[in-house]
């Protein structure tokens, strides 16, 4: 069964930096895409960053860019984004998923597994 379980949410100021991580287990990654989507209260899920687990290739929302790393450890089958200069914009729950193709893609519905989520709030 994939689990996919997120960690390192938290209250930061403005201008600060988190680092969420997504332990996937349950099966092999290799060939899947993983990505970090976010919620804010009130809108819809949006795709923030997503890497291919494979080829390592990455793909960020054009909100982020520049600011949020998305990397993954094989070893630890463990992906990550690094958050810097965050903004009161960036609170939200974030959510990481995993895909059963090593395409990257933006769209929320083409994700196979979620995990639970973990609150970002950003204070201005």
């Known amino acids: 069964q994939v689990q996919l379980v997120e960690s390192g949410g938290g209250s930061v100021q403005a201008g600060g930096s988190l680092r969420l991580s997504c332990a996937a287990s349950g099966r092999t990654f290799s060939s899947y895409a993983m990505g970090w989507f976010r919620q804010a209260p009130g809108k819809e899920r949006e795709f923030v960053a997503g890497?291919?687990?494979?080829?390592?290739?990455?793909n960020y929302a054009d909100s982020v860019k520049g600011r949020f790393t998305i990397s993954r450890d094989n070893a630890k089958n463990t992906v990550y984004l690094q958050m810097n200069s965050l903004k009161p914009e960036d609170t939200a729950v974030y959510y990481c998923a995993a895909r059963r193709s090593s395409v990257i893609i933006t769209s929320a519905t083409t994700y196979d597994y979620w995990g639970q989520g973990t609150q970002v709030t950003v204070s201005s």
């Open positions: 890497v291919s687990w494979s080829s390592g290739r990455t």
